[in-house]
């Protein structure tokens, strides 16, 4: 099947269309069965979509580490067309025992082997994109941010990116990196706007920035009530003729040409249209409203 081409942003040395999915909606608490996640993630291909985030710990029940990671591997795998342009994202430091929680593990002997194991679920030689998944307090930063730099030495790893990172830990990881930190990844959205100074970091230091749960959270975008809370967004949807999804995704894409939203999806539908955010565009004073809503 020939894929859309979307607008395209940069991730490293790589391009990739300015929306990915995420894969957490399909791993997790209320997901799908196996059929419908594998067409949401051909949906997501078939929309020109270049960039998938999953991790490890996107799973349920302890025996099945690496769930989202299988998934995403088996669907591009089965897609009838070139996938080769599709960069997979994937993360390590966080574990799910099976009761629900999500725990830390940020020892550096743990992600080097947390890192391979995602490698061969994969089924790659060297992951695309590997991001340490979130700090663990029991672990200095830098101890772990330096086995990550070990993976890049080793080639275990192509790209390193972080994940819930404050801007010091920002400026930290790039320095062990020695410059090649290309990704971070934070909660950002119209209702989490908390990460606003780690966007504007990332845009001056050229770093791609990827929003986590951008639409709000798999409750708060199921529940539809995204337009309702925050009805600036809804009628810029209106005006546009597009769901008010698309132009929170094309909001947070007009606020810095490093951001690259990776809204979840567990139904085809969802991704194909958030995917069209990429096309979609804003002025500067429904950008400017929406900022200030
Ligand atoms: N680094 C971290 O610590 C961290 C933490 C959380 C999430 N993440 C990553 O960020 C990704 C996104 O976050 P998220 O999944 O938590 O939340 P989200 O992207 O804010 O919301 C996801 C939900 O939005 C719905 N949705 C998406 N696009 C839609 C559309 N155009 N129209 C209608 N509904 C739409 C989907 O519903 P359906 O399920 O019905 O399709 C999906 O379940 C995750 O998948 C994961 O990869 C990272």
Same mark, same amino acid.
């Given at each position: 099947m020939q894929h859309r081409i979307l607008a395209t942003r940069k991730i490293g %040395?790589?391009?990739?269309s300015a929306i990915g999915l995420g894969g957490m909606p399909m791993s997790i608490e209320g997901r799908p069965d196996r059929d419908r996640s594998i067409a949401t993630i051909h949906a997501a291909v078939d929309a020109g979509v270049t960039f998938i985030d999953t991790a490890d710990a996107y799973h349920l029940h302890a025996d099945e580490v690496g769930h989202n990671e299988e998934l995403i591997a088996e669907a591009l795998r089965s897609y009838g067309g070139d996938t080769s342009g599709v960069l997979v994202a994937t993360k390590g430091g966080h574990l799910r025992? %099976?009761?629900?929680?999500?725990?830390k593990d940020g020892r550096p002997e743990y992600l080097k082997e947390a890192a391979k194991a995602s490698a061969k679920r994969l089924g790659v030689e060297a992951i695309g994109l590997y991001q340490f998944h979130r700090p663990d307090p029991d672990v200095p930063y830098g101890d772990s941010v330096g086995a990550i730099r070990d993976l890049l030495d080793e080639g275990v790893i192509e790209m390193a990116g972080i994940?819930?990172?404050?801007?010091d830990q920002i400026r930290e990881a790039n320095d062990i990196l020695?410059?090649?930190?290309?990704?971070? @990844?934070? @909660? &950002?959205?119209?209702? &989490?706007?908390s990460s606003l100074p780690e966007l504007e970091l990332c845009a001056e230091l050229g770093i791609a920035f990827l929003p986590w749960s951008p639409l709000g959270g798999i409750s708060?975008?199921?529940? %539809?009530?995204?337009?309702?809370?925050y009805s600036a967004f809804l009628e810029v949807a209106e005006a546009h003729g597009v769901s008010p999804f698309q132009v929170t995704l094309a909001w947070e894409l007009a606020l810095a040409p490093v951001v690259v939203p990776i809204p979840g999806a567990s139904r085809p539908a969802s991704i194909t249209d958030s995917a069209a955010a990429?096309?979609?565009?804003?002025?500067?004073?429904e950008v400017a409203r929406l900022s200030a809503a």
């Open positions: %040395g790589r391009a990739v025992p %099976g009761d629900g929680s999500w725990t994940s819930n990172a404050n801007p020695g410059g090649r930190l290309v990704s971070v @990844q934070n @909660q &950002f959205s119209p209702r &989490f706007r708060l975008a199921r529940s %539809g009530a995204l337009g309702t809370e990429a096309e979609l565009r804003l002025t500067a004073d």
